[in-house]
């Protein structure tokens, strides 16, 4: 099974700063068929389900603003939020699904610096 | 609009066997690449992946939790049941169902559409 891990665990940052949040998988989810990589990155607040913000590793969900963008390939992948702001405040999780089963990442808990 | 929804118990005694459904409107199952998962999340922890079903009943499940659950739909109803067999207090978490899209060459799917959850607890 692939392992998805995240890092920081925590974050805290400025309003209006960069937030960059890491994920790696114990192995490549990049299909060189299609040369996708099958990597996900979900946005989730407090009693509220999950909210896909990226696929494809890098194609932004319809609705998504434009400050947050997901690049990498292979085995290291990023979501960067340009300039954070106060809404952003959640847990972000990685998802890999190149292969079943799936697998998230631990989350990481974006906060207010 | 694509809506889900979990329904079940929300309560259940260790041992016991859990049997959640997801009702979901604005797809039907039976549309080509179209898949529904099931995801858990234990209270303030992530998010582990427990089964998905495509629309052509193609079935894939975690690999440790393999031998307690089963999936199945009904196309015509527009819903999903998941059952996990012997229940423990570990298994307490709010379950989600989420509706996905096979990502081709053996893959799993991506879930733009989630269900609300629903916290189940396992307790005596």
């Known amino acids: 099974d692939i392992v998805v891990t995240q890092s920081p665990d925590s974050l805290a940052v400025s309003l209006g700063e960069r937030a960059t949040i890491s994920c790696k998988s114990s192995q490549s989810v990049l299909n060189t068929s299609n040369n996708k990589n099958y990597l996900g990155w979900y946005q989730q607040k407090p009693g509220q389900p999950p909210k896909l913000l990226i696929y494809w590793a890098s194609s932004r969900e319809s609705g998504v603003p434009e400050r947050f963008s997901g690049s990498g390939s292979g085995t290291d992948f990023t979501l960067t939020i340009s300039s954070l702001q106060a809404e952003d405040v959640a847990v972000y999780f990685c998802?890999?699904?190149?292969?079943?089963?799936?697998?998230f990442g631990q989350g990481t808990k974006l906060e207010i610096k | 609009q694509i809506t889900l929804r979990e329904s079940g118990p929300t309560l259940v005694k260790p041992t016991q066997t859990l049997t959640l459904t997801c009702t979901f409107s604005g797809f039907s199952l039976g549309t080509s690449e179209l898949s529904v998962g099931w995801i858990r999340q234990p209270p303030g922890k992530a998010l582990e992946w427990l089964a998905l079903i495509y629309w052509d009943d193609d079935k894939r499940y975690s690999s440790s939790l393999k031998s307690r659950l089963t999936i199945f739909k009904d196309t015509s109803k527009n819903l999903v049941v998941l059952t996990m067999t012997n229940m423990d207090p570990v298994d307490t978490a709010t379950y989600y169902c989420?509706?996905?899209?096979?990502?081709?060459?053996?893959?799993?799917?991506?879930?733009?559409?989630w269900g609300q959850g629903t916290l189940v607890t396992v307790s005596s």
């Open positions: 989420a509706q996905g899209r096979y990502g081709g060459y053996g893959s799993g799917s991506y879930y733009r559409n």
């Open positions: 998802h890999q699904y190149y292969t079943t089963p799936c697998s």
